[in-house]
């Protein structure tokens, strides 16, 4: 399973920018895609997630000015951001977990899987 991100770039402060992910490869179930952000010297922060392509959470930094969705294949993940401010500038990483076949279901044998980042900056 491989997960390649686009989408980052350079946006004045207030400015909207688009994240897609593509996933690729063959999983037997997804049930949490989500988007994190990390800056250097700090965690690796979760900002927008959706629980088995439905239910969406926001970090309360970002509620209200970011949308996560997904399409009808779960193939791609977007992060629409709007309102952008210089404190969203960071690496954005996507990221989902499931499960590779059926027994892995049964088992519990979870997995998690990530992009390679795509720088986001915003100026003020």
Request: charged share 15%; aromatic share 8%.
């Amino acid at each position: 399973v491989q997960l390649q991100a686009s989408g980052g770039g350079l946006v004045q402060a207030g400015g909207s920018l688009r994240l897609s992910c593509e996933i690729s490869g063959n999983l037997y179930s997804i049930n949490v895609m989500a988007w994190y952000r990390q800056t250097p010297g700090q965690q690796r922060e979760n900002v927008a997630s959706i629980t088995s392509g439905v239910i969406p959470n926001y970090a309360r930094t970002v509620k209200d000015r970011f949308t996560i969705s997904t399409n009808s294949a779960k193939n791609m993940v977007y992060l629409q951001m709007n309102n952008l401010k210089p404190d969203d500038s960071a690496v954005y990483y996507c990221n989902i977990g499931g499960f590779s076949q059926k027994e892995d279901v049964l088992s519990g044998r979870h997995q998690t899987y990530w992009g390679q980042g795509t720088q986001v900056t915003v100026s003020s």
